[in-house]
């Protein structure tokens, strides 16, 4: 949004402006991280039944119709897939410790609760660690 006509923005509202987008950015990727590594529903599959389930798939491809082969060499293909996922762990310390230090900043700016945060999924020992409490 452009200043009105004649009007220049002083150096300490571009300093905040620039904050904003700073500590916004933040916590975009936090929560971005948040939701793509959310558990999924249901059994957790462990790499051991993968494994396993790749040998059933083996053993029933020999007997199975052509549909039934296409079927399972697809689900053969998703759980390599998923199995080849499971060698890369993943770490959120780091954009955690960057949404710690701006968390409460931005949630006093942008009027957030205690309760918006836990409802999006940011977990309770997070907002601990950045300064916000049940009360904000």
């Known amino acids: 949004m452009a200043p009105a006509k004649g009007r220049e923005l002083s150096p300490k509202h571009k300093a905040a402006m ?3 987008r700073a500590q916004s950015r933040v916590v975009s990727k ?3 991280a948040l ?3 959310k558990p999924k529903r249901g059994r957790r599959r462990t ?3 993968m494994k396993a389930k790749l040998k059933n798939i083996d053993a029933e491809l020999t007997d199975a119709s052509p549909i039934k ?3 399972l060499i697809q689900e053969q293909i998703d759980i ?3 199995l080849a996922g499971t060698d890369t762990a993943f770490d959120i310390t780091e954009l955690e410790d960057e ?3 701006i968390a409460a900043a931005y949630g006093t700016s942008k009027g957030i609760t205690y309760a918006a945060w ?3 999924g940011v977990a309770p020992s997070v907002l601990k660690k950045a300064g916000i409490g049940r009360s904000a």
């Open 47 to 49: 790499p051991e039944s």
């Open 30 to 32: 936090y929560l971005e």
């Open 80 to 82: 390599e897939k998923a």
């Open 99 to 101: 949404f710690v230090s």
């Open 69 to 71: 082969q296409l079927e």
């Open 35 to 37: 939701e793509t590594h």
């Open 118 to 120: 836990r409802k999006i």
């Open 18 to 20: 620039a904050e904003g």
